[in-house]
């Protein structure tokens, strides 16, 4: 079936490194993806999407890859800060383009 | 601040008892949702509203939920006879007409955190 979901639980990267957070999914008519940042307390923040036309996509120190040939998709943190601390979701449309599938997530922490 | 807005932020409630939450979404958003998220889990979907349509239910949402969005602005979702598996954040995000350049992006709110006890 449908399934979004990440390798990691938790990521421990010393500040200033670059952060890699992977995300593999089972549907190979998947063709939107997002990424979302979920600090403590607080709700989802969107950070940078991808459709499937495209193999990368750059933000402002993000950038999500998708493999389509394995389904699987990463965010890059470059220069991760102590701010970027927070679990890190994938998530994609359901058939319906309504509601959205999120992975558990994985927390990322930056160590000074 | 004009981005979607909860609640309350939390709620203690001891079982048994009925529970309601608010949600205010961005004001020029007609689609509005609601997420369940538990301890270490991503959020997941419950309802879907467009405008003041409730289109879309899960089978998580069992007969003691129910959801409301009566003039298409605000929404309501609340909980009867509440157990200690309802404990979780409730969170409500929002999203304008048709998505933005084929993007499906929602505005999530802070959430409300339940706690049964």
């Known amino acids: 079936g449908e399934s979004v979901g990440l390798h990691l639980p938790t990521l421990s990267v010393q500040e200033g490194d670059n952060s890699i957070i992977n995300c593999a999914y089972s549907?190979?008519?998947?063709?939107?993806f997002i990424w979302y940042k979920q600090e403590s307390g607080k709700g989802p923040q969107f950070i940078i999407d991808?459709?499937?036309?495209?193999d990368k996509r750059q933000g402002q120190r993000v950038t999500v890859l998708l493999n389509k040939t394995v389904k699987h998709l990463s965010l890059q943190i470059a220069a991760t800060q102590p701010g970027d601390s927070a679990v890190y979701f994938c998530?994609?449309?359901?058939?319906?383009?309504?509601?959205?599938?999120f992975g558990s997530g994985t927390r990322l922490q930056v160590q000074p | 601040d004009t981005g979607v807005s909860q609640d309350p932020r939390h709620k203690i409630t001891k079982r048994g008892q009925n529970v309601t939450f608010r949600c205010d979404p961005i004001?020029?958003?007609?689609?509005l949702y609601w997420y369940r998220q538990t301890l270490g889990q991503g959020p997941e979907f419950l309802t879907y509203?467009?405008?003041?349509?409730?289109?879309?239910k899960s089978r998580l949402l069992s007969d003691r939920f129910s959801a409301e969005r009566p003039k298409g602005s605000f929404s309501t979702l609340e909980i009867q006879r509440t157990e200690q598996g309802d404990s979780a954040m409730y969170l409500c995000?929002?999203?304008?007409?048709?998505?933005?350049?084929?993007?499906?992006?929602?505005?999530f709110g802070p959430g409300t955190r339940l706690t049964v006890t």
């Open positions: 509203f467009q405008n003041e349509a409730q289109l879309e």
């Open positions: 995000a929002s999203s304008p007409p048709g998505g933005i350049a084929g993007s499906y992006e929602q505005y």
């Open positions: 549907n190979s008519a998947s063709d939107y």
């Open positions: 998530a994609e449309p359901d058939t319906g383009r309504r509601a959205l599938t």
């Open positions: 004001s020029e958003h007609n689609r």
């Open positions: 991808i459709r499937s036309n495209m």
